[in-house]
T-cell receptor, first 117, second 111 residues
Framework: AQKVTQAQTEISVVEKEDVTLDCVYE???????LFWYKQPPSGELVFLIR??????QNEISGRYSWNFQKSTSSFNFTITASQVVDSAVYFC??????????????FGKGTKLSVKP | DGGITQSPKYLFRKEGQNVTLSCEQN?????MYWYRQDPGQGLRLIYY???????QKGDIAEGYSVSREKKESFPLTVTSAQKNPTAFYLC??????????FGPGTRLTVT
């Protein structure tokens, strides 16, 4: 069965601290995709990144970086030098390539990040 | 501008009434999705459509119905059979590369 677990319900940091959001997934497929989305207070989900299961290279985009490790089924997200604008709920999601539900996303329950000035 | 629009942002209905939530996209995406979000929860899939005139049930389809008559539009009807309709509803559209882009959402309150 496919499942995404975000064990951290809420995290609070002070501005300029680094913070890592954990994501652990379960899937039987060998081909799958992992995503991170940001949901600010306005409610809209903002796409941050997509990785496929064959690409374990870590990725950096500005202050954001992602660590994908198939050996531990984890896809963690780190924000370096956090800012107040990073305050949001962050969702990790999984999509399996096979079967009739191609492209459907399975979401974790989200981690609420609060960055205090 | 390209994007996904959902209207209205806030919707109030009396119990027992059907209500239809609008979702329009001009991204030329084939696939469209409806999700429901409850407080402190992740998103759960209600219905999805990979192509015009075809759609499939997601994990929590009971009490909902959809149509896909045009590529750009995927309205969701919350029927009176839905026992707990108050929630935040998000529509998304996707590319063949498994990327989904979300609309701003509609917050439905049923009293």
């Amino acid at each position: 069965a496919q499942k995404v677990t975000q064990a951290q319900t809420e995290i609070s940091v002070v501005e300029k601290e680094d913070v890592t959001l954990d994501c652990v997934y379960e899937t039987r497929d060998t081909t799958y995709y992992l995503f991170w989305y940001k949901q600010p207070p306005s409610g809209e989900l903002v796409f941050l990144i997509r990785r496929n299961s064959f690409d374990e290279q870590n990725e950096i985009s500005g202050r954001y970086s992602w660590n994908f490790q198939k050996s531990t089924s984890s896809f963690n997200f780190t924000i370096t030098a956090s800012q107040v604008v990073d305050s949001a709920v962050y969702f990790c999601a999984l999509s399996e390539a096979g079967g009739g539900s191609q492209g459907n996303l399975i979401f974790g329950k989200g981690t609420k990040l609060s960055v205090k000035p | 501008d390209g994007g996904i629009t959902q209207s209205p942002k806030y919707l109030f209905r009396k119990e027992g009434q059907n209500v239809t939530l609008s979702c329009e996209q001009n991204l030329n995406h084939d696939a469209m999705y409806w999700y429901r979000q409850d407080p402190g929860q992740g998103l759960r899939l209600i219905y999805y459509s990979q192509i015009v005139n075809d759609f499939q049930k997601g994990d929590i389809a009971e009490g909902y119905s959809v149509s896909r008559e045009k590529k750009e539009s995927f309205p969701l009807t919350v029927t009176s059979a839905q026992k707990n309709p108050t929630a935040f509803y998000l529509c998304a559209s996707g590319t063949s590369r498994y990327e989904q882009y979300f609309g701003p959402g509609t917050r439905l309150t049923v009293t």
